[in-house]
Structures are given as structure tokens and as C-alpha cells.
């Protein structure tokens, strides 16, 4: 419960922090999603040009943690300095008129939220064994070595630098959980994941509220917030919508359980947090030239499948502000622009696969119910003759046209680097795509009716009907990860139940088992090498074990998490196999044993975990000793 209130207040202190920054930047009176987002982007630039820098040049994570210290401190007497000059308003007063602007997107916010207790499914498995590396990373960036050259999941040495070294928000989040003394399992998969909600929720509103500015449309901004009733139908259980193609797009398990994923920010937000400030599309000058440099750091901190979408996006925009405000000129400027774009598409040569992949996704949109309506608003929107909509539509089918039309599509292809980037990035284009058109079809609707009250009512109504949906399609579908045959039902009552009783979203054996290795670790001094069960079946499901513990245990090296997260090249490690291992525990014996011990030699290894009492014999054998066993024989820790 302790971690639980403290996860609870940072988040909110954090959260009215950002606001903070926002109103201290924009000095102008803007709604109060417009603080939210401008105070993100600002503080999370500021920590992604320390954080990669010091990463870049492998700093220790120390080092990051006084910035960390030095960055709040500013901000906190800046803030109270302005807040001293400033009119005061009472909390009381404050805090009612936020919540009339923006009960709907709290609703929609706590209700995604709740939600999160019931996937433990995918919490143990590990998000398709994603988390084995993030939320691992997060949990021992602070106590690693080899400081930021690890493999996160092994413990071993990563020298070679890749993508992930641009990558800041599992190091802002390490700050995050090491300060505050939690598990990173329940401050990333809850609370972090509220959070990205939130931001999704604030971005969101406040790109209709720059809409509806723009056209003059007379909607409050308290009238804004209605749109966000379209994150519950991203909310739904991901293979419900790909049964039903009511709308699916690429890695859709994400947004329900992965959520607190740098990913999930830049796969849902890229083309929205690049336009949000920009929407009209104005003339291209050095502010919105900075404006894009800024956001694309933020985006690129937070995960490097963002390029791409940055790179598509700028161009879509230049093209249009050069189109549309800079007359004769501008046009021939735009034409040798795009000659260019696709010139150098053509000699950087793009993958045939990768174009497959999108395809794949645009062939299921078409037979989207969801994407055919958004699509009939979207060819209706043209004939509105509103500058603002059709500039805004030109940017989305440049985008779109830069994905998926052969040779102009190369240059995307090229940044992609990997076929499931091209996916997400699809992913995030039709994001976007039914946002601005759930956005346009309210302004249209309160166009028309002269009773404004049914608008709202409408989208209540969609609201309602959406939460109804997701709940019956989680009951219907949650009962398995992957796609089958037949629909597996979830046990609601049990999925709870189990989360209940592992309050830190992840088996409470695990934490044991991590817990005592770490102790062993320290016990004896040196390298604590372990070997055990990639997976175990726990709670009717798959437990990813190897690739997690060491959120637990920081000091370790876990070998059998190599099948997943190799190893370089030349490495102490390289070759082990896991094969015999799980020979031995599946069948114990004298046979399986000596295969196993001369693996075990060697490697070095000097801790064997097993499930099994009948292994003990043949571990004792080979040198080792039961050091402790968890959860009543659930694991059987031997070192030597």
C-alpha cells in the first residue's frame, strides 16, 4: 500500500508540475490540456538532451540522477516564485473548473486505467517478452557496471552503440523508481501507464480545441473533451478488433498493457504532438522549424521508430505551407522538394518487404468499418471549404502517400531500418486518421443541430456503448494472448483476483526469487552466473521468468535469457544453449545431469534455480548446495 500512495502522489505532483511549466512558458491564458502538453514537451526536451548525452558518452547513471535533482529544484522556485506574483486563486476553485473542462477525458482515463487490473496475462508473459528488456532496464540501469554498454535482460557486456542510446525515458523513469524506492513493475505497467493515458487523453483534446480555434466554430473548450470517447474504442481488447477488423492496426496489445512503453507515446502521438501547435498549417518559418527540432527529440527519446514518422511529417508539411502560401514560387519550391524526396528514395532503395508489411495493414483498413466511416467524413470535409480541414487532409494523404506509394515510399523504407517499424508507423498515420475525423465530425454535427446538447449526448452515448463493448469483448477474447480458432473466454473475477494478490503487477514468487538471488549475490562477492526456467506456467499462464528477474536481482547474469536477448559477439556467454537445462529439469537424470554439468562448467555458472525437488540429488553431485527454497518448492535455489 506504501508504494501505492507514493507512486499515486508523484504522479499527481507531476502531473500539476508539468501544468505548472506550461502556464509559466505560454504566460498567455490557454486551456488547461495546452499547459499539460507544453509543459511536457519542455521538461521531457530538457531531460533528452541531458540523457543522451550522458548515455552517448556513457556517464555514470549518477551523473543523471543530480541533473535529475538540480532540474527539479529549478523548476520548483521558478514556479513558486511566479506562483508568489501571480493572482491567487483558491485549490478549491481550481480544481472544480478543471474537473467541469475535463470530466470526460478522466472518465475515459480511469476507466482505460482500470483496466490494466485485469491483464495480468500479458503482464506475465511479458508483453510478448518486450518488458524483459524495458522494464528491466529501468529497474537496473542504476546498479550496472558496465553502466549503459549492458545487455539489460543478461547483465552482460553490450559494447557496440545502437538506436536505444537516443532512447531517455527508461533512464528518466530509473530516476523515477530509484528516488522513490518502488518496484518498477507497478510504477511502469500501472501508474506510468495511467499517465500515457493521460498525456494521450490531453493531446487529443487539445488538438480539437486547435481545430475548433482555427474554424471559428464557437465550441467551448469545455465542448473538446467529448472527442475523447474515441480512445475507448483503441482501448478495446486487441484481438476482439483483429477478429473483427473493427479496427486493428499493428502491436495493438500495446495500448491495452504496454502503454507505459517510449513506443507507445511515439506510435499513437507522433504525427498529432508535430501538428498540435501548427494545425493551420501557416507559413514555414526558423519557430516552426524549431518547434519540429524540439518535438522530434522528444519523440526520438522516447523511442528511434519515431524517424521516420518525423521525417514524413516534416516533409508533408512543407510541402503544403509551401504549396498554399508562398504562390508561383512556393509551388516550384514544393515540386523540386518532392522530385528530390523521391530521387533520393530511389538511390537510398527501399525494401520490398517492408512495403508488404504496410500493405498488409492498408488491405485490413479498407475492410475496416471504422476506417470506411472515417473515411466518408474525411472526403465529405473537403467540400466544407475550410482551410484549416483541407491543408490538414493534404498533410495526412502526403503522409499516407509516403508510406505506401512504390519508390515515393523509399525514403520511409530506408529510415525504417526494420519491417515491424513500418507496421507501427501505419499504425500511428491511422491513428491519427479517426481522431481528426471523430474531431471533424463533431464540429459538423454542432454545425447542424441547432440543439447543442444533443452533440454531447451523441458522443455520451458513443462513450457508454464503447465501454460496454470493451468490457464484453475482454470477457469474450481475454482469456488468451495470441490469435486462435475459437475466442477463449477471460475469468474476470479471477483475472482480478490474481492481480489482488500480486499487488506489484508481476508473481510475488518472482520478486522472492529475485530478492534472495540478489542476496546471494552479495553474499558472496562476485558474479552471481544463473541459469533457469525461461518460462514457467503460473496462474493458467506462461511466466517469462528468465527475462525478467534481474528487475529483481540488478547484480546477476541470467544466461538463460540469451535465446531472446543475444549476447555480442566474442562474449564470455556466446554459445551457451539452453537446451540442456531444460533436458535436465524436464526429465532428471544421470544422462541429463552430465550433459548439463558440462554446460554449466563451461560457462562459469554458479547458481542453478529449479522447480523440481527431484533435481537435487544430481545438483548436489555435481557441487552445488540448496541455498533457499521459495514459495514452498515453487523454485529451489543451488550454488556453489
Not at 260 to 276: D, E, Q
Request: one cysteine or more; charged letters at 15%.
Amino acid at each position: 500500500m506504501r508504494e501505492y500512495i507514493v507512486c499515486f502522489v508523484f504522479w499527481i505532483v507531476f502531473t500539476v508540475l508539468l501544468h505548472g511549466i506550461g502556464k509559466f512558458l505560454c504566460r498567455k491564458t490557454k486551456s488547461t490540456s495546452f499547459y499539460f502538453v507544453t509543459g511536457y514537451l519542455a521538461y521531457s526536451f530538457t531531460v533528452a538532451v541531458a540523457g543522451i548525452t550522458i548515455q552517448i558518452f556513457n556517464m555514470p547513471w549518477n551523473i543523471f540522477a543530480i541533473f535529475m535533482v538540480i532540474l527539479w529544484i529549478v523548476i520548483l522556485a521558478a514556479l513558486i516564485v511566479e506562483r508568489n506574483k501571480s493572482q491567487k486563486m483558491q485549490w478549491r476553485t481550481i480544481l472544480w473548473n478543471y474537473i467541469k473542462d475535463n470530466w470526460v477525458l478522466l472518465s475515459v482515463c480511469i476507466f482505460l486505467s482500470g483496466m490494466l487490473f485485469f491483464y495480468y496475462n500479458a503482464f506475465w508473459y511479458g508483453n510478448h517478452l518486450d518488458d524483459g528488456y524495458y522494464i528491466t532496464k529501468v529497474a537496473t540501469m542504476p546498479y550496472n557496471a558496465t553502466g549503459f554498454r549492458t545487455n539489460y535482460s543478461v547483465g552482460d557486456l553490450h559494447a557496440s552503440l545502437d538506436s536505444y542510446i537516443f532512447n531517455t525515458w527508461e533512464l528518466e523513469a530509473s530516476f523515477y523508481v530509484r528516488i522513490l524506492n518502488v518496484k518498477a513493475t507497478l510504477f511502469l505497467r500501472l501508474f506510468q501507464s495511467a499517465f500515457q493515458y493521460f498525456l494521450f487523453l490531453n493531446c487529443l483534446k487539445l488538438f480539437a480545441e486547435q481545430i475548433f480555434t482555427k474554424l471559428s466554430a464557437g465550441i467551448k473548450i469545455r465542448g473538446a473533451q467529448f472527442v475523447t470517447v474515441v480512445a475507448l474504442l483503441f482501448g478495446g481488447f486487441y484481438l476482439y478488433l483483429q477478429d473483427t477488423n473493427l479496427f486493428f492496426v499493428r502491436d495493438m496489445f500495446q495500448f491495452n498493457s504496454a502503454m507505459f512503453y517510449g513506443s507507445s507515446i511515439t506510435k499513437t502521438l507522433s504525427i498529432l504532438l508535430l501538428l498540435v501547435f501548427v494545425v493551420e498549417i501557416g507559413r514555414i518559418d526558423i519557430k516552426t522549424m524549431m518547434f519540429f527540432s524540439v518535438v522530434g527529440c522528444v519523440l526520438i527519446s522516447k523511442s528511434s521508430i519515431a524517424l521516420p514518422l518525423i521525417v514524413i511529417t516534416t516533409f508533408a508539411y512543407l510541402e503544403i505551407g509551401l504549396l498554399f502560401h508562398y504562390k508561383e514560387k512556393g509551388r516550384i519550391v514544393a515540386l523540386l522538394l518532392g522530385v528530390i524526396y523521391v530521387f533520393t528514395g530511389i538511390f537510398m532503395q527501399g525494401n520490398g518487404d517492408f512495403q508488404e508489411e504496410v500493405y498488409k495493414y492498408v488491405l485490413l483498413a479498407v475492410k475496416s468499418p471504422i476506417m470506411i466511416l472515417c473515411t466518408v467524413v474525411f472526403i465529405f470535409s473537403f467540400f466544407w471549404k475550410e482551410q484549416t480541414i483541407i491543408k490538414l487532409n493534404c498533410v495526412m494523404l502526403i503522409c499516407m502517400g509516403t508510406m505506401v506509394i512504390p519508390q515515393a515510399n523509399d525514403v520511409f523504407e530506408t529510415l525504417s531500418v526494420y519491417r515491424f517499424v513500418t507496421g507501427r508507423a501505419w499504425a500511428t498515420w491511422a491513428y491519427t486518421y479517426v481522431i481528426i475525423n471523430v474531431i471533424y465530425l463533431y464540429w459538423l454535427l454542432y454545425k447542424c443541430l441547432k440543439n447543442k446538447k444533443i452533440v454531447k449526448a451523441l458522443y455520451l452515448t458513443s462513450g457508454i456503448i464503447l465501454i460496454v463493448s470493451d468490457a464484453v469483448a475482454f470477457d469474450s477474447y481475454g482469456g488468451e494472448l495470441f490469435a486462435t480458432e475459437e475466442p477463449v473466454d477471460a475469468n474476470i473475477k479471477y483475472n482480478l483476483k490474481t492481480i489482488l494478490e500480486n499487488p506489484y503487477f508481476i508473481p510475488g514468487s518472482t520478486i522472492q526469487l529475485g530478492e534472495e538471488l540478489e542476496k546471494l549475490s552479495e553474499n558472496r562477492g562476485g558474479e552471481l552466473s544463473v541459469v533457469l526456467s525461461e518460462g514457467v506456467s503460473m496462474n493458467g499462464t506462461v511466466h517469462n521468468l528468465a527475462v525478467q528477474i534481474r528487475t529483481f536481482a540488478p547484480n546477476i547474469v541470467v544466461l538463460s535469457a540469451i535465446n531472446r536477448y543475444r549476447v555480442d559477439k566474442g562474449s564470455d556467454l556466446e554459445g551457451y544453449s539452453q537446451e540442456y537445462y531444460d533436458k535436465f529439469v524436464t526429465d532428471p537424470s544421470d544422462e541429463t545431469g552430465s550433459f548439463l554439468e558440462k554446460e554449466l562448467k563451461k560457462y562459469g555458472v554458479n547458481c542453478v534455480v529449479v522447480n523440481k525437488a527431484e533435481c537435487g540429488p544430481y545438483l548436489r553431485e555435481m557441487g552445488y548446495r540448496l541455498y533457499k527454497k521459495i514459495n514452498k518448492g515453487e523454485y529451489y535455489i543451488w550454488s556453489n
